[in-house]
């Protein structure tokens, strides 16, 4: 597969992108950025959880049995304060959880997974000075048949809102394109709102909305979003 590559220039850094096909020397970079990517939603999830009715009870029953038991509203606070940090804990564990699950899935041996000779699937990195500040990549949609899946969307916090991620995902769009695949899928959670707004902006639609599968999300009611983009032919104007 070639080297494909392509200089982008965000005017307001003053700064030159380069957006190309993933090399092996990536790796590491790669899931660094994957991996303190995914961990700053951690605090947007436990607040998420913290709004539920469900944990404010839980949270108003602690503070009630410990009052009956010590009648002293210190240790209540105390006691409910301890909870909360559990909870957080418990937020964090799941992450790094999730976390562990995507670097053992595609992102374990990435060169398997996007770059094989004659697939139709690829993976990008925008590069700064030898630094790896962004990635994503497309293969086909395990979930739907026929459709190709954009995943692994990241810029690095400090770069964000300059257009980096859009210029990623039309490397992407314009690699299917190439190839002739006519739907695009994403998968997105409700605490990305600002994924959510670059979705938008690139001509995906939000289709499904759905809780995630397993007790912990069912608990906070983690709704999943899924976009899709059916190309008719036009690739993303940056």
Known sequence: MADQRAATFLSDTMLWFQIREYRDADYSSVRTLYSTGFREHVGNV??????????????????????????????????????????????????????????????????????????????????????????????????????????????????????????LCKSAMEFVARHDVKRVVLFTSVVQTDAHKLYDSIGFKKEKEFVWPSLPARLINFVVFKYAHSRTGCVISC
């Open 46 to 167: 436990y607040r998420l959880a913290l709004k539920q009715p469900c944990t404010q009870a839980m949270l108003c029953g602690v503070f009630l049995l410990i009052y009956i038991f010590s009648s002293s509203f210190l240790t209540c606070i105390m006691g409910v304060g301890g909870v909360m940090l559990a909870g957080r804990m418990a937020v964090q564990y799941i992450f790094e959880q999730g976390i562990r699950l995507g670097l053992n899935e595609d992102l374990l041996d990435i060169r398997n997974s996007y770059m094989q000779t004659g697939s139709r699937s690829c993976f990008w990195v925008a590069e700064l000075k030898g630094s790896i500040v962004g990635t994503v990549g497309i293969l086909p949609c395990v979930e739907e048949t026929g459709a190709w899946e954009l995943k692994r969307i990241s810029v690095k916090r400090e770069f964000r809102g300059r257009g980096l991620a859009k210029a």
